[in-house]
């Protein structure tokens, strides 16, 4: 397995049929959606589940095998199995679930392996039976590739190499559009923004591209065949699976830093959390020398000798670095008419640690899709409108818990007699993971509705039960954590 290979369309796609997946009548109502990553291939098949027409565009000229490993929430498998039932059997099918363990920074074990928390084991379907869905960690290009193939079972048009310079609305005419590096203008009744963090859709919905600011944090990530890792035999014993098969996360913590290393049947993945230079370079394709990361691990004090081993089997050219960029919550993910919309990375980011990035753009796409099929062609600015009230305080939320997590893995309590007792475990409340984005939708359209025209209240239900909503910057988080001052929230955020 080479590090960047092409997915072929024709080829590589797993066979996955759509025959089993209860489609709503056609609405009428035509989607351009920008973008071929996760949140824009969901918000494809969400939209053609909900009857309406869609088309996609992507500047990469064929799906991307950069990237590594994230995690996707067990409600998203959750609506999987209630609508998709191939993509539930391929996520099955290439889930590289297992435990998870805690360190500090020199390799000393903290706790684990343990299962990761992900609330109860089991979840209710809509057809009432109840099902063991365990953690999801997937690899990018098969996650990718699996939605690919049920987009193509559908039919779905997905032009590769083609790049959106620019978006435009006319309210007028009741359309939204693109325009294309060629020239070329498309135009549809509503335009999807998933073209994450770099949209081009910022000067139209929020007159400016949003602020990113340098965290001072950078991560090395790489992942490659297990081979090269386990042909040093000291990192083979120090990294094998557990009970023959069973992989395990381990995160390692301290001095502000983060390890994390996930040895697979397959594939070897390791990140690290540093300080960054202030480059700002967001690229899954910019490599660096891994000299550059052994400059860093002699400077930690007790950092084992058989972590730098497993860092010295990476491959060439096999390490990002990806320097984290901040980027305050933004309340508006419309444009003025409201015929233009953001999902996923576009509207909103989360750091590594949050473990959300892709569920969170997933949860947009069924919101948004069922919104515009509650509104029908004739709504589309007001559909779009109650979609972005509906998702916004939960992701908020979301992305507070990822900086609440990183605080956590970067600098672990592990002093039992501490205020708060050891603290190095990641969070992922039940409000987080017991979730259904469409039913939640269904559920509260109308109250929304009701409160944007008639200004009746509206509070959340999708947030941590007894928390209120408080628009917050990193800023001010950051500025909190240098002073020492206790980060507090109130509410269950379990
Ligand atoms: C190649 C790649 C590898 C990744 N690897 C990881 C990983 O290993 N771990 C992890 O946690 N997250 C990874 N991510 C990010 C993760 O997929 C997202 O944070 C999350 O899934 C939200 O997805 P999204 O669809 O909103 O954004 P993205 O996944 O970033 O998708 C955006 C898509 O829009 C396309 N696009 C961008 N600009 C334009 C344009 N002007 N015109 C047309 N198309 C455009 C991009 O090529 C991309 O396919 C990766 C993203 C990419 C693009």
New binding site residues.
């Given amino acids: 397995m080479s590090l960047h290979q092409v997915i072929d369309l024709d080829r590589d796609l797993p066979e996955l049929s759509t025959k089993e997946v209860n489609f709503h009548p056609p609405t009428g109502l035509s989607c351009l959606i ?9 918000t494809a098949l969400e939209c053609r589940r909900k009857g309406h027409r869609v088309r996609v ?4 000229p064929a799906p ?8 996707i929430g067990r409600n998203i498998i959750a609506h999987f199995y209630n609508h998709w039932p191939d993509l539930a059997a391929e996520c099955e099918r290439i889930n590289y679930s297992g435990l998870i363990a805690y360190h500090k920074i020199t390799g000393e074990r903290l706790s684990g392996p343990e299962p990761v928390p992900i609330g109860e084991p089991t979840m209710t379907l809509n057809d009432g039976s109840e099902r063991i869905i365990p953690f999801n960690r997937h690899h ?2 098969r996650f ?1 590739a699996a939605l690919l193939a049920q987009v193509k079972d559908l039919g779905i048009d997905v032009a590769f190499g ?4 620019d978006y435009f609305e006319d309210s007028d005419r009741q359309r939204a559009g693109i325009v294309l590096e060629s020239g070329e203008r498309i135009e549809a009744d509503v335009v999807i923004a ?7 859709s910022n000067k139209l919905v929020n007159g400016g591209d949003t602020r990113a600011y340098s965290s001072g944090i950078s991560i090395f ?1 790489t ?1 490659f065949p297990v081979e090269l890792a386990i042909s040093d035999h000291e990192v083979r014993d120090r990294w094998p699976l557990l009970d023959g098969d069973l992989p395990c996360l381990e995160i390692w913590g301290g001095d502000n830093m983060s390890f994390f290393v996930q040895r697979y049947s397959d594939i070897m993945c390791w990140l690290m959390t540093h300080k960054g230079d202030g480059r700002g370079i967001e690229s ?2 910019q490599t660096v020398d891994m000299s550059e990361v052994l400059k860093i691990t002699s400077k930690i004090r007790g950092f084992p000798e058989v972590a730098e081993r497993l860092i010295k089997t990476t491959p060439k050219d096999g390490i990002i670095d990806w320097e984290i960029m901040w980027r305050d919550p933004r309340e508006n993910w419309i444009s003025p008419g409201g015929r233009v919309v953001q ?4 509207a909103h ?2 750091l ?1 640690s949050s473990g959300s ?2 569920t ?2 997933m949860e947009d796409a069924i919101s948004l899709a069922t919104c515009l099929q509650i509104g029908g062609k004739s709504n589309v600015p007001i559909a779009t409108k109650i979609h972005n009230k509906l998702r916004f305080e939960r992701v908020s939320c979301v992305q507070l818990s990822g900086f609440m997590n990183h605080q956590k893995q970067s600098n672990p309590v592990d002093d039992a007699d501490s205020e708060d007792g050891p603290s190095f475990k990641i969070s992922l409340g039940n409000w987080m993971v017991m979730y259904d984005s469409e039913k939640y939708t269904y559920a509260h359209y109308g109250e929304v509705l009701n409160h944007l025209f008639s200004g009746a209240p509206f509070r959340a239900k999708n947030i941590p039960r007894g928390y209120t909503y408080k628009p917050w910057t990193i800023k001010e988080l950051l500025d909190k954590v240098e002073r020492g001052e206790k980060l507090y929230f109130e509410g269950d955020w379990s």
Avoid: H, M, Y
Wanted: no cysteine; aromatic share 8%.
């Fill in positions: 920008v973008g071929a990553g996760v949140g824009g291939l969901t565009v992507e500047k990469s991307s095998t950069a990237g590594d490993f994230f995690s990018r290009p990718v083609t790049k959106v310079t998933a073209d994450g963090i770099g949209t081009k990530r992942s899954w394709n999902v996923g990375d576009s980011t989360f590594p990035g892709a969170q753009a």
